[in-house]
């Protein structure tokens, strides 16, 4: 497989999708919402204009070759960290410890994936971290919910840099007959899993009526789930070729990874009810901050990984 | 004057890069007016921020109420204070009979300025907010007719704590309330109190 050219002609079906999406933003802006504002319409075009971006960022990365993805994907696990712990309560003597987990595990995180060095990589925020950040805090000499705030700081790390960083180490896999191709299991993975999301967000708009949680997610419904996670998986089935499975096996992995980034949407969003608010941040125009936009990503990328480490690495 | 200019508004960008800061005109908008800003006070940088999160046009005509025991302590800060940010330096540990803060503050409202003032006088360094000083109080008194807005910082406590040199990239945000002014037969007491709990509650409920 010529992993120049598929790459090319992939981004070049991507945009030529979203060109169209946003042709047909523009002319529902145009004959719908052109005297009022429509604020459904507005927020459509603003979420496109941010896909844009985002999808441009991606193929720039890839692009620059291994070492552009790894940085990509250590700032979006920088700016998600910096969400997750700005929403979440910690105290002055926390300092310590959240100096250590920007400046210290998540580089360190990235650099092993750099370095293909797998074994330091499994476990270094779960273990090393998971046991010296609660010291670094202990010497804050605070023990006010220490408990609480130790779990907090280890919990950002696990869902903004430990699962996150999978997705980029997925270049360091050996997979027999693949080598070079690895950036396109990337795509496969960011695709599937970020097409779910626009899928169910279309169909819960069509169809939506039995909402599935409104305690935690006020805009999630059946419709929209079964819908997008369907679609979703259709159309990762249809990538099997960029893949080494199968076009069944590329289903089921599909499958799985949009429940399971069903799930990773639908935890954040239950910490952010209790946070009392409704986006994690205001960075992307359209879709709030970061942790917004890669919650699914974080939550299928470990089980991805582990699934083509064990039957295909 | 063009390089102070610079250097303050690369501060403003550096500021604004660390913290992520992000303001929320939740009880007015940022419009040319002259105002008296009083926020919050965790952090040496809490001006610096409020200051970056103004619109340039309004930030060349507003000026932060900084303690001169902290600010005329070497030639790089008092340069910062002095000529950067154009701050009204007060000393902290003066007798009251050597200086007049309000009279101070107020002279810089009759140049046009706008003022950013910390009521609680000092910093906090645990949450919420301590009991207002009564200077805020005679300010308003002096200076009929200057809104007084109150401006909520949310985490910047947390970016620098008190003892500590090294930034931790937490996002920040602003959120500026309504514009207040005393009632002609409102007491020093209630005013404080009406003050106070209107700046908090501007902060994000508590767990």
Not at chain 2, 38 to 64: E, G, I
């Amino acid at each position: 497989m010529n992993v120049s050219a598929t790459l090319f002609n992939l981004f070049a079906g991507i945009f030529a999708v979203l060109a169209l999406a946003s042709v047909v933003g523009a002319a529902l802006k145009l004959r719908v919402a052109s005297e009022a504002p429509n604020a459904s319409i507005d927020n459509l075009n603003a979420r496109l204009k941010a896909w844009w971006v985002m999808i441009g960022l991606i193929a720039l990365a890839i692009w620059a070759g291994d070492l552009g993805v790894i940085l990509l994907f250590g700032f979006i696990s920088f700016q998600s960290l910096r969400e997750f712990v700005s929403l979440t309560h910690t105290r002055r003597g926390d300092h310590r410890a959240l100096i250590w987990s920007f400046y210290v595990f998540l580089p360190l995180q990235y650099i092993l994936v750099a370095n293909h060095w797998y074994g330091l990589f499994a476990i270094l925020i779960p273990v090393y971290a998971f046991l010296l950040l609660p010291i670094s805090a202990s010497l804050g000499a605070d023990t006010t919910r220490f408990l609480e705030r130790a779990a907090k700081v280890q919990w950002g790390l696990m869902i903004c840099v430990y699962c996150i960083s999978h997705v980029p180490a997925l270049l360091t896999l050996e997979i027999e007959g693949y080598a070079g191709a690895n950036a396109l299991l990337i795509v496969f993975l960011v695709l599937t899993v970020q097409s779910s999301d626009v899928f169910q967000y279309v169909w819960g708009k069509l169809l939506g009526k039995r909402k599935l949680a409104p305690a935690i997610s006020p805009s999630k419904t059946l419709e929209g789930l079964i819908g997008g996670v369907v679609s979703a998986t259709l159309v990762g089935a249809a990538l099997w070729w960029i893949t080494p499975f199968t076009p069944l096996q590329a289903g089921l992995i599909a499958l799985l990874i949009n429940i399971m980034g069903f799930f990773g949407g639908f935890v954040l969003s239950a910490i952010k009810r209790d946070r009392n608010v409704k986006d994690w941040g205001s960075m992307i125009e359209g879709h709030g901050g970061m942790l917004d936009r890669v919650d699914s990503i974080s939550f299928s990328a470990p089980i991805f990984f582990h699934i083509v480490r064990y039957w295909w690495g | 004057m063009a390089l102070e200019r610079l250097v303050g508004s690369a501060l403003c960008g550096a500021a604004k890069l660390i913290t992520g800061a992000r303001a929320i005109w939740r009880g007015c908008t940022p419009e040319v007016r002259q105002r008296v800003y009083f926020a919050n006070h965790r952090s040496h940088a809490d001006f610096v921020l409020l200051w970056a999160s103004l619109p340039p046009r309004l930030r060349r005509r507003t000026r932060p109420v900084a303690g001169a025991d902290y600010w005329l302590t070497s030639t790089l800060r008092s340069y910062m204070a002095e000529r950067v940010f154009r701050g009204v330096l007060i000393d902290r540990t003066a007798a009251r009979d050597e200086v007049d803060p309000v009279a101070m503050m107020s002279a810089a409202l009759k140049g046009g300025d706008s003022l950013i003032i910390f009521p609680e006088g000092t910093r906090n360094l645990d949450d919420g907010l301590l009991p207002f000083k009564s200077g805020i109080y005679h300010l308003a008194r002096a200076n009929p007719g200057v809104e007084l807005v109150p401006v909520w910082i949310e985490n910047l406590g947390r970016v620098m704590p008190k003892g500590s040199f090294i930034p931790v990239p937490v996002l920040c945000s602003l959120t500026f309330g309504q514009p207040m002014e005393v009632q002609p037969e409102e007491s020093k007491d209630d005013f404080l109190q009406r003050t106070r709990a209107a700046l908090l509650a501007l902060a994000p409920a508590e767990d």
